[in-house]
C-alpha cells in the first residue's frame, strides 16, 4: 500500500474552494489527467454531503473507478473507491481545506491511499507522486483562485 501527501496555498475562500473540489464533473475542465467525470447525489446526514462518483482519468494507461464523496463543507472532502475496475485493490484519500484567520487565504491538503492489484515498478509509483499530483494540485489551485477573481469584480 502507498500513501502520500501534498499540499498547496489556495488564493480563495474556503467555501469557494470546496464548491470547486465538490463540483466533481467539471474536473476534466481544469485536471489534465481526468478524461471524463459524472456525479449523482446520495442520502446523507445532516451536516454532511455524499454523492457517487464515477471518473476516467488517463495516467500511464486509461484508468475507470467509482467511488462513495463524502464532504463536510467548507473544510473536508473525502472518497473511497468501490469499484476499480481489478487495477486496485484500494483507492481512497481526500481534501483538507485550512482557511487562514482572513478566510482569503486556505491552504488545501490531500491524501491518496493506493494498493495495486499488480505489480507497479517505484519509478512509475514515484512520477506518479512527484509529478501528477502536484500538477494536479497547482491545476485546482489555478481554477480556485480564477473564480475568486471574477467573484470580487
Known sequence: MATTTCQIEVHAQPELLW???????????????????????????????????????????????????????????AWAADDTGGYLQQHSGGWTIEASTDRRTCMLAYELTVAFSLSIPDAVIRRFADLNLPTMLRQVKARAEMLARKQET
Open 19 to 77: 464548491s470547486v473540489l465538490w463540483d466533481v464533473e467539471r474536473y476534466p475542465e481544469f485536471i489534465s489527467d481526468c478524461v471524463d467525470a459524472s456525479a449523482r447525489a446520495l442520502p446523507s446526514e445532516p451536516g454532511l454531503m455524499q454523492q457517487r462518483v464515477d471518473m476516467r482519468v488517463q495516467l500511464i494507461r486509461p484508468l475507470h473507478y467509482s467511488a462513495v464523496m463524502t464532504g463536510e463543507r467548507p473544510t473536508s472532502l
